[in-house]
C-alpha cells in the first residue's frame, strides 16, 4: 500500500519546520548570494593584507564577510524577505548596510574618533565598507585594531538584537585594544610571534575623557 504524502522541513533532521530553522536557511541564502565575481576583482594584496593580520581567525572571517557585504544586516535580510523594515535600530533613520551598521551610523561616530578620526576624514562618503577597509590599509593606519573594533562593534549589535545586555559604546575601544593585546600576547610563544600593539596613550585618555 502506499505511503500517505506529507510534508517535511528537509533543513531539520526530524523533518518539523522552525521560524529558527527557517532564520537560519535565509541567512545562509543570503551569505552565499553575493556577487562574488566583483569580490574576485578586488586586488589580491587587499585580501593578502586581510588574511595576515594579527587577529583572531573568528575576526577575519567577520571581517571578510564584511567587506564582501555578506553578513546578515536588516537591510541585506530585507532583500531576501526575511525581514521587511530594513531600518537601522540603532539610529532610526538609514538602513542598517553593512557600511552602515559598522562604520557610517551616527551612533558609531565617536567610537571610531578615538582611533580612526583621521580615516574617517581620508573616507568620506564611502560606497561600501570595502573602501573603508581599503583606505586603512593604504593610509597605514591600525588595521588590526581596526578590525578588531569593528568585530566588537557587530558583537555588541548582535547581542541587542537578541535582546541580550551589550556593553556601552564607550566601552568598546577599550575592549577592541585589550582582546587584540591578549590575543597578540598569547601569540608571543609561536614560531612567527606578532609585535604587541602599543596604541598612543593621547588615544586612551581622550576615550576616557569621553566617558
Not at 556593553?167 to 610563544?189: E, G, I, M, P
Request: charged letters at 25%.
Amino acid at each position: 500500500m502506499d505511503a500517505e504524502d506529507k510534508l517535511i522541513w528537509p533543513s531539520n533532521s526530524d523533518g518539523i519546520y522552525s521560524v529558527k530553522a527557517g532564520y537560519r536557511l535565509l541567512v545562509s541564502e543570503e551569505l552565499n548570494s553575493s556577487n562574488d565575481s566583483s569580490f574576485l576583482q578586488q586586488p589580491k594584496n587587499t585580501w593578502k593584507s586581510l588574511w595576515s593580520l594579527k587577529i583572531p581567525n573568528r575576526t577575519k572571517t567577520m571581517l571578510w564577510r564584511a567587506t564582501k557585504d555578506a553578513l546578515p544586516t536588516r537591510a541585506n535580510l530585507t532583500r531576501r524577505k526575511v525581514l521587511m523594515n530594513p531600518t537601522c535600530p540603532g539610529c532610526d533613520a538609514e538602513p542598517e548596510s553593512t557600511l552602515h551598521a559598522l562604520w557610517s551610523c551616527p551612533k558609531l561616530k565617536e567610537v571610531w574618533n578615538v582611533h580612526f578620526e583621521s580615516l574617517q576624514n581620508e573616507t568620506r562618503g564611502p560606497s561600501n565598507f570595502l573602501e573603508v577597509f581599503k583606505t586603512c590599509l593604504e593610509k597605514s593606519q591600525h588595521a588590526d585594531l581596526f578590525a578588531m573594533l569593528a568585530d566588537q562593534i557587530w558583537l555588541r549589535r548582535n547581542k541587542l538584537r537578541l535582546g541580550e545586555e551589550a556593553v556601552d559604546l564607550k566601552q568598546l575601544n577599550s575592549r577592541a585594544r585589550d582582546a587584540l593585546h591578549d590575543f597578540q600576547l598569547a601569540s608571543v610563544t609561536s614560531p612567527n610571534p606578532p609585535p604587541v600593539c602599543d596604541f598612543p596613550a593621547h588615544s586612551q585618555t581622550r576615550e576616557h575623557g569621553s566617558t
